[in-house]
């Protein structure tokens, strides 16, 4: 008779699942987060951010995404246009062909929608009720293997996403929990690059609630604590994760006294209500 373990796994609703399992699976025991990445937690999936910016100068609190001005979601959803500055970035163009958006409706239900690029030429979501893109990716795609050109998600003038020249995907640090859903976030990774000048830079965890206070209209990012970096890059997992209720927006903040090359992650997971 072949040698048998139990798993158990404890979740945050305080619930337990029990899985047997052999040795010759050869999984680790001790870790909720192994258990959330093989599916044995039920309503508990990954959930995280990636962001990238050029900071120009000495800058004060950028959100660490594309480019640009960040917009804040909006309070009932709208129709988006999504272009880019390249034909290349077309149905039959060596850029982005298609791509997909991942959002949260006006009931913060997470959707996706599939967009066929036609170049500098705006094409509309079929969605009219879009209140914030949490990613952006590219499905199909010519010989470049990623954007031609810049690929922005604007409504009247606001830019809600972007996906760089030369990129396949928004790099953006903002995430917004969907409905019935409730984020820990258990670590993050933040660093700079200046070349040949030295930047000063601090980077701020941040989201838009605050002690049960939640700072949607008018929309307000609140930090939760900060480090710094000088070209190199520090990551941390926190003890005890932070928690983020649904509608909540999470970014990383960046201050430097010069130009430089920011970067920034923060990982976790989502469990139902």
């Known amino acids: 008779m072949s040698a048998q373990g139990i798993r158990l796994s404890t979740s945050a609703r305080a619930d337990t699942s ?3 399992v052999t040795r010759l699976d050869r999984l680790p025991v001790d870790s909720i987060n192994n258990d959330i990445a093989r599916g044995y937690v039920p309503g508990a999936v990954q959930f995280g951010s990636f962001g990238e910016r050029e900071l120009v100068g000495e800058t ?8 640009g001005a960040f917009s804040s979601p909006h309070p009932t959803g709208i129709r988006i246009s999504v272009v880019s500055t ?6 039959a163009g060596t850029g982005i062909r298609t791509l997909e958006i991942h959002y949260l409706d006006n009931n913060l239900d997470e959707q996706v929608e599939t967009i066929t690029m036609t170049g500098t030429t705006p094409v509309l979501t079929v969605a009219t009720n879009i209140r914030f893109i949490n990613l952006a990716h590219m499905i199909t795609f010519g010989a470049l293997t990623h954007a031609a050109g810049n690929i922005t998600f604007t409504n009247n003038g606001n830019n809600y996403a972007e996906i760089l020249a030369g990129n396949a995907v928004q790099v953006s640090s903002a995430r917004m929990v969907p ?22 830079v601090l980077i701020r965890l941040a989201a838009n609630s605050y002690n049960g206070n939640i700072f949607n209209n008018p929309f307000a990012l609140v930090p939760y604590g900060s480090i710094g970096v000088q070209d190199n890059t520090v990551a941390f997992n926190f003890p005890v994760p932070f928690k983020f209720i649904s509608g909540v927006v999470v970014a990383l903040l960046a201050s430097s006294d010069k130009s430089c090359t920011v ?5 976790g997971w989502l469990e139902d209500e």
């Open 18 to 20: 029990h899985q047997l």
């Open 60 to 67: 004060f609190n950028q959100i660490i995404w594309s480019n």
């Open 86 to 91: 390249s034909e290349n970035d077309s149905a």
């Open 179 to 200: 409905r019935g859903k409730v984020f820990y976030l258990s670590g993050a990774t933040a660093g700079s690059v200046s070349g040949s000048t030295t930047a000063r």
């Open 263 to 267: 970067s920034g992650s923060i990982y």
